[in-house]
Every structure is written in C-alpha cells, then in structure tokens.
C-alpha cells in the first residue's frame, strides 16, 4: 500500500502542475519571455510575422516579430464587427434604436425582399437587430458559405482572384443561399457576414453618415486612433499583406469590399486601446457588457454573444476565458475580465488563424503567472486512449484496455525536449488457471527524449519506463511487483491544442511468477492517446 500511496502522490502533483491556474503579476520583468512567444511563433512556414500588444493593470507591453514591426497597419479582417458592435449600442445609448427592434424598420423593402426564406416560410420581417449582433438569424454567410458555383467567395478570394463587391451584391449572394434555420431558434447560432454587412446598413439608414464617417466620428477620434481607418483605396499599401499558407495575397479589391464586416485597418497598439474602451464604458453604458453576453456555440472553442465572442477552452486547462472578437487574418482583440487583461494582435496568417489564440493564450497566460523567467518552454497535457497488449488470455483473445495519461514535455532546446509522463493502464495476462483471464491494472513512469521538427508538428521520443502493478481483477493471482520496459513514441500534433501520441512498449523484465505460467513472459504492448494540450 506504500507504494501505491506514492504514486497517488506522485499523480496529484503532475496533476496539479498541469491543470492548476497562475496567479498574475506585472509585466516589469517579463518582456523577454514574451518576445520570446513571437520570436517562437515565426517560423517562415505557417508563420512569417506577428505583432501583439497586452495590458495589465496600467502596465503594457508591444512586442513584433518576424516581418511585421510593432507599428505595423494590418487587416483586421472580421474584428471589426466590434465596431460595428459599439456604434450599434451608442445608438441603442441615444435611444435611435433598440436591440428588440425589427430591421424592417430600418431597411428598405428591396433589401428586406425574400431575405430570410426558410422551408417555404418567409421570416424576413422577424429579423432583429440582435439575432444580426448574435448571429441567431440563420443568415447563410455569403462570403464563406458556398455559392451556386459550389465555391464560397473565399476560397476565390483566397486563391488570389481578386474581386469587387458591393453591399446589395453581397445581400444578393445570401438571397440565393438557404438559410440554417428560423430567427431565434433556441441555441442555434451560426456565423453570417451578411449580418454585420445589414448592420453596416442599418447604421448608414439612421445617422445619415457612411459607416466609414460613423467609425471616424464616433470612435477613431474620440480615441485618438490616428492609424486606424476603414479600407476603401486600392492603391493603399499602407496595411501588410496577408498570407494564405506560403502565398503573399494582394487583394485590394476584396478588403475595401467588406465593409461593416471586415474592412478596418489598426495596429495592436490602437487594437488595445479600442479593445479597453469598448469594455470600460468609454464608448457606451458598461452595464450594457452583462447583457451581451448571452453565449450559444458556434464553432469550437468560440461561442457567439450578442456582437462578442468567448473563446474558452474546456476547464482542465485552464487557460483564460476571454471575450472580444477575431478576423480571418489571424488578428484577435480580447479582454480576459477574471485577471484584467487585454490581448491584441495578429499573426497574418488566412489559413491557419487558430495560431492567433494559442499566442495570445501562451501571452495571457505568462502575464498572469507570478513565476520568475522560466529556464525551459513548457508544455503540458492529459490524454485518454487503449492499450493494446501481446500477452492473450487462456481463450487466445488479445485484450485492449483504457490508457490515461498526465504529460509534461520540457523544450531543453528547439528540437529537442524532454518529458515525463504518469499513466494509468489496464493489460489482459493470463495465468495457470484455464478460465482465469486477467485483467492487470499498471501505474507507467515513462522518463522520455523527445527530437521534433522545426515546426514542432512531428516528433520521436524514446526512454525509460519503470512500471507499477497495482492490482487486477483476480484477487488470488493479485500481487504488487514492478516491471520495466523501453517505450518508443511517435508524436503527431493534430492542432495547436490537440497531439495524437503512439508509443510502443518492449518489456524487459519477465511477468512470470508462481501465480502466472510461462515463466519469465515480456509483456509488450502498444497505445494510443488522444491529448490535449496546455502551452
């Protein structure tokens, strides 16, 4: 029982180092640790520059790597629907308009014309601008859902065919394209561009000023924002290009096109500084933040407010919950209200925009952390997956068990790390007695050396592993031993949160004993786990 007490100790430590939050601190002795997160991310494949700015209580940090520099413009892509958002509740604040109200008070009837035709039932005029600010009006979207060329104009976009479009295009594009479902269906939610391109609308119809003059008026000046501005010349080559994979995209044409969906231009700097007023009643009633957040899932691990989002990770994790709002440029502008912060930024990148939350995550996360500069990169993970074992049972049948495992991977050097591992797993054995077939329960010590490539999207380990019987399902052939074994591991990284793990054990030591037949049996066995990871 010693023994076994051990390792429960032993497991609630690994546990706690890999699941328990960080109290926050100041930013004054972090700068380096945090560039360092921007350095890592640029890696000339997926990534070739980032920029982020965050804040702390009255602290604040800017830092840019790769090829874009700190006050670098860039395409903020669909974060501009928070501006969107703000002008939306400053005309609610100046009672112009009501969250409740239809938008058929506010568009004209050709706009409102067969908008929302949901199987043969016409729900156009019970649209409301809030099921527009939280996507519940089950709008197709008109720029990534797919056409009647079974291609959505993004995938044109992005494949460097460079096009025009108007507001009344875009609405014609959603006409042609089957809407999800009814307005309001209870926990049903799904992302429409041509939401924000109506609201864009709606707000041009009330003040009597473009959307463009709305932002200028209402936001970028009272805010001092002299580097932010919406899009609207081709021959501005002021904000970077974006990529897609490895391909630089000019498409001038497309960004002044967007509009009230996606057409602003900023900083991370300024980002910050919108981001801070829009959640600290600089631009509208604070109070109206609580009945914003009204959350239904939209797509993993965002989930959609009313004109916000929430990106939040399952809790083992975890990691911060944060509202704000992110682009398809890979630029983000969030709040963590739990420990104050605010995080924004991009990472210029189309088709791989997830990378944006795991920098801002890892920045959020180092803020937060009262620890000293940390000698080693860390990373931490929990997995569940089968064992598959060599040993049969008397029936000749080979067991598969459940597999649970704590992870720590320490980055000794870039593609070089090493981790260590408690896990838990159930190996069929057989014994003397013919109808005895055994179930083995096993504590792993796996002590591994991991090599990765450059990206980190691959890697090898072997090690170590010294093994613990705990006990198994027949209580005449229980008893405690220990057993060692060389476990050779591939490791494949599925997403920046997700990594598939195969290892194989060789045993080295014999699981024979009185109670078991053939004397001196190696147990091999092999697993595989799906787990999630804690950068």
């Given at each position: 029982m010693k023994k076994l007490s051990v390792l429960l100790i032993l497991f609630s430590l690994l546990l706690s180092v890999?699941?328990?939050?960080?109290?926050?601190?100041?930013?004054s002795y972090k700068s380096k640790e945090l560039q360092k997160i921007l350095d890592q991310t640029v890696d000339n494949e997926k990534i070739y520059g980032t920029s982020f700015t965050v804040k702390h209580k009255d602290e604040v940090w800017s830092g840019s790597a790769g090829n874009i520099a700190e006050d670098q413009q860039y395409f903020i892509a669909s974060t501009t629907k928070l501006f969107v958002t703000a002008i939306i509740l400053q005309l609610?604040?100046?009672?112009?308009?009501?969250?409740?109200?239809?938008?058929?008070?506010?568009?004209?009837?050709?706009?409102?014309?067969?908008?929302?035709?949901y199987k043969g039932k016409d729900y156009s005029n019970e649209l409301t601008i809030n099921n527009l600010l939280a996507h519940t009006s089950g709008l197709a979207d008109y720029y990534q859902n797919k056409g009647p060329s079974g291609m959505s104009l993004e995938d044109e976009v992005v494949s460097g065919i460079d096009q025009f479009w108007t507001f009344e295009q875009a609405i014609a594009r959603t006409k042609k394209m089957e809407p999800l479902f009814?307005?309001?269906?209870?926990?049903?939610?799904?992302?429409?561009?041509?939401?924000?391109?109506?609201?864009?609308?709606?707000?041009?119809?009330?003040?009597?000023?473009?959307?463009?003059?709305?932002?200028?008026?209402?936001?970028?000046?009272?805010?001092?924002?002299?580097?932010?501005?919406?899009?609207?010349?081709?021959?501005?080559?002021?904000?970077?290009?974006?990529?897609?994979k490895n391909n630089e995209l000019n498409i001038p044409k497309a960004m002044t096109s967007f509009?009230?969906?996606?057409?602003?231009?900023?900083?991370?700097a300024e980002m910050l500084t919108f981001i801070e007023a829009f959640f600290t009643g600089k631009l509208f009633p604070k109070e109206y933040i609580a009945e914003l957040q009204e959350w239904n899932k939209i797509f993993s691990p965002l989930r959609s407010g009313v004109g916000i989002h929430l990106y939040k990770l399952p809790k083992i994790f975890s990691t911060p919950a944060m509202i704000g709002h992110s682009?398809?440029?890979?630029?983000?502008?969030?709040?963590?209200?739990?420990?104050d912060?605010?995080?924004?930024?991009?990472?210029?990148?189309?088709?791989?925009?997830?990378?944006?939350?795991?920098?801002?995550?890892?920045?959020?996360?180092?803020?937060?952390?009262?620890?000293?500069?940390?000698?080693?990169?860390?990373?931490?993970?929990?997995?569940?997956?089968?064992?598959?074992?060599?040993?049969?049972?008397n029936?000749?049948?080979?067991?598969?068990?459940?597999?649970?495992?704590?992870?720590?991977?320490?980055?000794?050097?870039?593609?070089?790390?090493?981790?260590?591992?408690?896990?838990?797993?159930?190996?069929?054995?057989?014994?003397?007695?013919?109808?005895a077939n055994i179930w083995s329960h096993y504590i792993d010590l796996p002590l591994m050396l991991k090599l990765n490539t450059i990206n980190n999207k691959f890697g090898v380990s072997g090690?170590?592993?010294?093994?613990?019987?705990?006990?198994?399902?027949?209580?005449?052939?229980?008893?405690?031993?220990?057993?060692?074994?060389?476990?050779?591991?591939?490791?494949?990284?599925?997403?920046?949160?997700?990594?598939?793990?195969?290892?194989?054990?060789?045993?080295?030591?014999?699981?024979g004993k009185n109670a078991y037949a053939n004397e001196g049996l190696k147990n091999n066995w092999f697993s595989i786990s799906l787990m999630l990871l804690k950068p």
């Open positions: 890999t699941l328990n939050g960080q109290d926050r601190t100041t930013l609610d604040s100046e009672k112009k308009l009501s969250l409740d109200d239809k938008i058929s008070d506010y568009l004209d009837a050709d706009i409102m014309a067969g908008l929302h035709v009814a307005p309001s269906t209870p926990g049903k939610a799904h992302y429409s561009d041509a939401n924000f391109q109506l609201l864009g609308k709606i707000i041009e119809n009330i003040t009597g000023s473009s959307f463009a003059e709305n932002c200028e008026v209402r936001i970028f000046k009272p805010l001092n924002l002299t580097k932010t501005y919406m899009y609207a010349d081709t021959a501005d080559t002021r904000p970077i290009h974006m990529y897609y509009g009230a969906d996606g057409g602003i231009v900023s900083t991370s682009g398809l440029s890979g630029a983000l502008a969030y709040y963590d209200p739990k420990e912060i605010y995080v924004s930024g991009t990472v210029n990148q189309i088709a791989y925009p997830a990378t944006s939350f795991t920098v801002a995550t890892k920045l959020v996360q180092r803020t937060r952390s009262n620890k000293k500069n940390q000698l080693f990169e860390t990373v931490s993970g929990i997995g569940l997956g089968a064992t598959y074992s060599t040993v049969a049972n029936n000749g049948d080979f067991r598969i068990g459940p597999t649970f495992t704590l992870y720590k991977e320490f980055r000794l050097l870039k593609p070089v790390s090493f981790s260590a591992e408690i896990v838990y797993n159930q190996k069929g054995e057989r014994s003397k007695e013919k109808d090690g170590y592993s010294t093994n613990f019987l705990l006990f198994s399902n027949k209580p005449n052939n229980t008893f405690h031993r220990v057993e060692f074994s060389v476990p050779i591991g591939v490791h494949y990284r599925v997403s920046d949160f997700l990594q598939l793990y195969m290892k194989y054990n060789i045993g080295l030591t014999g699981i």
